[in-house]
């Protein structure tokens, strides 16, 4: 912002200066002129630098609040913000076409206290990086917390989402985290619910979090 302030300011400047002229007996004629075109040519400059600084600026702070920095899914804040406007698509047309698939991935507390904090995030990011895989342009793959996903499916049956989810643990099964010698097999478990029309967004995630709990175990897939 300070840079395009400065841009606009310089630019005024550069306009008053020409319009006005320097004064004078200031300088002759040629040089006078070639004085005012490389004015101008810097006020034009700087303008052009701080509208691009600016929009660098205006587009890392719209990525941060946007995307999960270790997972690079759409964050909860986001998904908050972008969720329910998709609910208001569907109960207008009068129709539900919208699935939550609520991940929790398996004994990550066991995870965090033997490995630590770092080897969650490489966690987080392998299973995060399936699920990115697996999404589709129309659906909304995000970090609910620090433990689980929320993916927000445009379907309208819970029968596609549970198949998205048995590709996800298929994919899952076939990979193991490495980490100084220790094979980690990561699995998750899953919540999966159909919106019903007029339902709310903390009414749909509660909903999904129920069906999760009542995975008998891990790698259980609970959809209703």
């Given amino acids: 912002m300070v840079f395009t302030v400065l841009g606009i300011v310089t ?9 006005n002229g320097p004064g004078p007996g200031m300088l002759p004629g ?30 890392g702070y719209a990525d941060t609040i946007a995307r999960d920095a270790v997972t690079a899914l759409y964050t909860r ?12 698509r569907d109960d207008r047309g009068g129709c539900s076409e919208l ?10 507390a066991d995870i965090r206290q033997r490995y630590g904090g770092r080897v969650v995030d490489e966690v987080m990011r392998l299973v995060g990086r399936q699920i990115c895989g697996q999404a589709r342009a129309d659906d909304l793959p995000s970090r609910f917390d620090d433990t689980h996903f929320a993916v927000y499916l445009h379907c309208r049956e819970a029968d596609h989402a ?11 099964s076939g990979q193991q985290l490495d980490w100084h010698g220790d094979l980690i097999k990561v699995t998750v478990s899953m919540g999966i619910v159909l919106r019903e ?8 995630n509660a909903r999904a979090a129920a069906r999760l709990a009542a995975a008998a175990g891990p790698g259980q897939i609970v959809a209703a």
């Fill in 30 to 59: 040629a040089l006078q002129a070639g004085s005012q075109g490389l004015l101008l040519g810097i006020a034009l400059l700087v303008a052009l630098l701080a509208g691009v600084a600016f929009l660098r600026v205006r587009r």
């Fill in 77 to 88: 804040q986001y998904a908050d913000e972008m969720v329910p406007r998709l609910m208001a």
């Fill in 11 to 19: 630019g005024l400047a550069a306009s008053h200066w020409i319009r």
């Fill in 197 to 204: 029309t007029g339902e709310s967004l903390e009414q749909l």
């Fill in 162 to 172: 549970v198949a998205f989810g048995r590709r996800l643990a298929m994919l899952l």
């Fill in 99 to 108: 699935v939550l698939v609520l991940i929790g991935v398996d004994f990550l």
